[in-house]
């Protein structure tokens, strides 16, 4: 065999080789992108909104002192349960005694002094009482001097009777402080409940609430009988939220249960600080979920997730959140056949995009339909305009959706053993 022979095979072994390759791409070409399909049927969805915050009660009390003193007993620890009026802690009432002491001392003097300044006033009126009769019935005897200043006298007693009442009364309001100081040496709880928070030990320093609110509190009590929880809710959902809406709660506490809530109160101003304002911080709004079985064993500040279910519908077509995708309107635009008559009443996402669904032909190629959704379940949307029912669509993958276009091939996924149909 010559050396030219040789090449010539070979050169037709190598064209044999591509040929064979290239048949086997455009074999596995015409099988079409890999997708799931599923029909469009009819369901029950829920839609909700779920945020995270803690368990609180709903009426609380942070005890703190009126006043600053040292601490000498507290009669109860913490998570006692406690009635109303209940006595709590003292604190050291002696400074408070003697000033007490003092100012009914003061009082005393006050009203020895009134009595005194009336005594005097009496005496100068008669004087001048009696002198004016002696000048009527004979002149000379006294005169018109002398009578000028026995009233003068008198005006000056009056005044002074005058002044004795003002000093009484200024020291009654000290020793009504001073009782009503020593009255704050002993705390009683201000409500029935639970001793959740206990900040002090005998021995330390009360301080006054109004100097350091925080530091300040000796002690909370807390109603435990009704329980809520507070979530913060982004502004894109709290919109859909309204009083009274149900809910499902979770408390870490308790994995395996759920209790059942309700919607008591939504915050009209936003829980971002004020330094957060000129950022791009995410904004939220506090919504109150009152826990309406919660268990006894809870606790404040417990980590809770409420499910707050804003609006439901019962067997409505639905597809897929995953299938609804949006393609730009320019590319559904043809010159062939009649326009599309979902198109017209189709939302539009931008300016030139529109939401659908790609539907899968007898062919097994898929073509782009525009429908409109209304609320969203956790896995699906309830389709409004578009769709009929048992339509097959293409409802995966993620990755698949993204890169159709009109007039692809597709072929199904074979269904694992494991993978069962959503409800």
Do not use: C
């Amino acid at each position: 065999m010559t050396k030219k022979t040789k090449i010539g095979i070979a050169i037709g072994v190598v064209v044999l080789v591509g040929a064979v390759v290239a048949a086997g791409v455009a074999k596995g070409n015409d099988k079409g992108t890999m997708v799931r399909i599923e029909a469009v049927e009819a369901r029950d969805l829920v839609a909700s909104v779920t945020a995270s915050g803690q368990v609180l009660p709903t009426r609380k009390a942070d005890l703190s002192a009126d006043i600053t003193g040292r601490i000498t007993r507290i009669a109860v620890k913490e998570g006692d349960n406690v009635r109303e009026g209940q006595f709590l802690l003292q604190i050291d009432p002696q400074q408070f005694e003697a000033q007490v002491q003092r100012a009914e001392a003061a009082l005393a003097n006050a009203r020895a002094g009134l009595a005194q300044s009336r005594a005097n006033e009496l005496q100068a009126r008669r004087n001048f009482e009696r002198q004016a009769e002696i000048r009527k019935t004979n002149p000379q005897l006294v005169s018109e001097a002398e009578l000028e200043q026995l009233q003068t006298q008198h005006e000056v007693s009056q005044a002074l009777v005058n002044a004795s009442q003002e000093n009484v009364k200024q020291a009654e309001a000290s020793l009504t402080d001073a009782r009503w100081q020593l009255s704050r040496t002993n705390i009683y709880a201000p409500m029935t409940g639970k001793v959740t928070r206990l900040n002090v030990e005998v021995g330390e320093t009360a301080i006054m609430g109004t100097l350091n609110r925080d530091a300040a509190i000796l002690m909370t009590i807390s109603d435990m009988s009704m329980l809520e929880t507070k979530v913060k809710v982004d502004e894109t959902d709290v919109s859909r939220i309204n009083l009274g809406d149900s809910a499902v709660v979770q408390i870490d506490a308790f994995p395996d249960t759920t209790f059942i809530g309700r919607v008591v109160e939504i915050s009209n101003s936003s829980v971002r600080g004020a330094a957060a304002a000129t950022t791009d911080q995410a904004i939220d709004y506090e919504v109150t979920v009152r826990i309406l079985n919660a268990p006894p064993e809870t606790r404040p500040d417990f980590s809770s997730t409420a499910k707050i279910v804003t609006d439901s519908r019962t067997q409505v077509l639905s597809i897929p959140i995953i299938a609804l995708t949006v393609r730009e309107n320019e590319q559904l635009n043809t010159n062939d056949g009649p326009p599309n008559a979902a198109q017209p009443t189709t939302p539009q996402v931008g300016k030139r995009d529109v939401e659908g669904v790609f539907v899968v032909g007898a062919d097994n190629k898929v073509t782009f339909k525009p429908v409109r959704v209304g609320i969203a379940g956790e896995k699906h949307f309830e389709v409004l305009e578009g769709l009929e029912p048992g339509t097959r669509i293409v409802a995966g993958t993620y990755q698949a959706i993204r890169e159709l276009k009109d007039g692809q091939l597709i072929r199904e996924q074979p269904a694992t053993p494991t993978e069962t149909k959503t409800p």
